[in-house]
């Protein structure tokens, strides 16, 4: 059967060419092709135009190309079959090394050393050990334990807040309402890697940044999101580093991409700001992992890394 290729934001043709030369006897279709929706049962998609997966009168199950599935679930006609996700350890890997990258740069005071070097200045700053500086996780799903497990490699105190909570050797665990405040009361860097859902929607606002820390070894606290944008209300983290609830910050998901030329975060000498691209999907790497759940799927075998689309994620 054709599977089709719907993707916007990000360039088709290197997905295209990658399943074309993994699957030589399949045919694959982007969606600006012509096609009869009658021949797809599969689809891998990104941000697919929507209402499109709708008209695929027999389709059976659905690869998002990344790990996040907010975006095809914004949907609404999206049909009940299967949503697969992205687990990969590549992708895992991209992650962790933006989480270790942003973590030291901030914990090594990079901000002030860059300053300091524009102005040929030799600072004499206090630089703490790895572990005196406490960092918090929210989200510990497959991205956020890996992260965790290299920072308490790197020797920081590492604590992890979800839903449901978790037990991993070495990482404080918290977990839902009950835990956030005592979990953000001991973070001094704060890493979100959590799905964006009606319940994590704007969860980073000014009042969950007032409750971080401002005597910790750092001097203050700072927030990583390479989560999603929507998790994040903008205006309240510039708020929260006008008042000190934050000295600093990296981001690199926005409430709108990309980010729009005129926000005062781009100038922002506390803030880092990357272009989503903390953990790429690669074609090369992942292509073939949808096409050995095309087949096995094809054989009647259960799929792996299935979105449970009630908690939306
Ligand atoms: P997982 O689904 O494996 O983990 C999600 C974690 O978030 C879980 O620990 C889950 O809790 C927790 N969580 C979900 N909802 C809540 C809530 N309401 N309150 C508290 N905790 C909650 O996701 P991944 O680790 O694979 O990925 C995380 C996110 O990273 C993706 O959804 C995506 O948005 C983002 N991402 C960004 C990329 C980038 O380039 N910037 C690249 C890849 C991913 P529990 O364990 O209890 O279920
Ligand atoms: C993802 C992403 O969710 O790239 O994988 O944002």
Known sequence: ???????????HRPWLARFRALAPGRRFVHHTDTFDPAEIRHVAAWKPPRGLIAGLPRVAAIFNLGAGVDALLTDPSLPDVPIVRVVNPDLTARMCEYVVLHVLYHHRGMNALRA???????????????????????????????AAAHLVALGFQVAGWSRRGHDMAGVAAFAGADGLDAFLARTDILVTLMPLTP????????????????????????????????????????????????????????????????????AHPAVVITPHNAADSDPDVLAADVLAQIARHEAGEPLDNVVDRAAGY
């Open 116 to 146: 300091a070097q524009a102005l040929r200045q030799w600072p004499d700053p206090q630089q703490p050990a790895a572990a005196q500086v406490r960092v918090g996780l929210m989200g510990m799903g497959e991205l956020g334990r890996a």
């Open 1 to 11: 059967m054709t599977v089709l290729v719907a993707i916007t934001g990000w360039d």
């Open 199 to 266: 319940d994590t929607r704007h969860m980073i606002d000014l009042a969950l940044l007032r409750k971080l820390p401002r005597d910790g070894a750092l001097g203050g606290a700072v927030l990583i999101n390479p989560g999603r944008g929507g998790l994040q209300v903008e205006a309240d983290i510039l708020a929260a580093l006008d008042a000190g609830s934050l000295i600093g910050a990296s981001l690199d998901v926005f409430e709108r991409e990309p980010l729009d030329a005129a926000s005062p975060l781009w």
